[in-house]
């Protein structure tokens, strides 16, 4: 607008969706090519966050050793161990993960599982290519 237009009383926004009927209930849908919002795993998130808060500490020297931070959190070592697992995942996944970007691949409980250690290696599994 320039200096002196008047300001317009109503602003109409156009906003494309569709309304289809799932098991009763009515949702809004997206357009065919329409950006879906991202969805951040709040589980994996906070989970990511432990592993690298766990880690910070043992490393600083603040606990000796998996067994005894473990039992200062309350939870069982093997737990923990898998936990910190996620620290040793390719930048680029906890990039995704945080910003709500990661593949359906990236699950907690797919996690939790062996992994390989390879950054290219866990980007061609995580990615689905």
Not at 53 to 68: H, Q
Not at 82 to 87: F, Y
Not at 97 to 108: H, P
């Amino acid at each position: 607008m320039t200096r002196g237009a008047p300001i317009p009383e109503t602003v109409t926004l156009h906003v494309p969706f569709l309304v289809v009927k799932r098991g009763g209930r009515k949702e809004m849908q997206l357009p065919n090519g329409a950006a879906p919002p991202r969805r951040t795993d709040n589980t994996l998130v906070k989970a990511l966050a432990r592993a690298f808060r766990w880690k910070r500490l043992l490393e600083s020297g603040e606990y000796a050793t998996i067994a005894e931070l473990a039992e200062r959190e309350g939870i069982a070592p093997s737990y923990m161990t898998r936990i910190l697992r996620l620290t040793q995942l390719e930048p680029g996944i906890v990039v995704a993960v945080l910003d709500g970007r990661q593949g359906d691949a990236v699950k907690l409980a797919r996690l939790m599982d062996p992994f390989p250690i390879s950054w290219i290696e866990q980007k061609n599994i995580f990615s689905g290519t």
